[in-house]
């Protein structure tokens, strides 16, 4: 992750519980200094940071990056507000096994400004997705959709919140379901158990 972390947290909540059937093992940041890491840290667990700025190109960037990942042989790698495209590196290891959550209804209001773009459109829901991830931006196959409502007041910090606390019941969820019973891609479709 990159920012506050709220999303890591509702899982690390939900780890807490063992029959929530996974857990934590690791939690990478792209930067220092941010309450994500600080989150993971208070809950023992294991923290490594990957800077784009320590390397000489952005493909050094995504190889280093997961090298970082694979030395703790996860399961499922979960960008829980990752701020980076993750590159072909990252993806030739981990394709297939890494989801993303997108504040918005994919395919609409693909990009960094998902709530932004919604208010913008005049759009009466929007919600979060958790896909997994693809080469393209907020593109991959699609594993659950949260909507949420937009109201006549919402500004998008407002909007965001909203969609931050659907979109982490929805995370905490699906990668339960994905831990507990499995998952498979055909295509664009993603089925939840075995
Ligand atoms: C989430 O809405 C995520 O989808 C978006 O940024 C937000 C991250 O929130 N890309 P947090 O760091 O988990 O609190």
């Excluded at 493909?59 to 030395?71: E, F, I, M, S, T």
């Excluded at 960008?79 to 290891?93: H, I, P, Y």
Aim: with cysteine; glycine share 12%.
């Amino acid at each position: 992750m990159s920012g506050s972390g709220t999303n890591l947290q509702a899982l690390l909540d939900a780890c807490a519980d063992p029959a929530y059937g996974a857990r934590v093992v690791a939690v990478g940041a792209d930067r220092d200094g941010i309450e994500g890491l600080a989150r993971a840290e208070r809950a023992g667990i294991p923290t490594f940071v990957a800077r784009v700025s320590d390397h000489s190109s952005r493909g050094y960037w995504d190889r280093a990056l997961a090298d970082k990942v694979a030395a703790f042989e996860p399961d499922l790698v979960v960008l829980a507000g990752f701020m980076k495209l993750v590159g072909e590196k990252f993806l030739d290891r981990f394709g297939g096994m890494t989801v993303n959550t997108h504040p918005a209804l994919s395919p609409s209001f693909p990009g960094m400004h998902g709530p932004a773009d919604a208010l913008a459109y005049g759009v009466k829901v929007t919600g979060a997705t958790l896909f997994v991830v693809d080469a393209g931006v907020d593109t991959g196959a699609i594993v659950a959709q949260t909507v949420v409502p937009v109201e006549d007041d919402d500004t998008v910090e407002s909007l965001h919140e909203r969609i931050k606390v659907a979109e982490r019941a929805m995370l905490v969820e699906s990668v339960g379901r994905m831990a507990r019973e499995g998952f498979t891609v055909e295509g664009r479709r993603v089925r939840l158990g075995g």
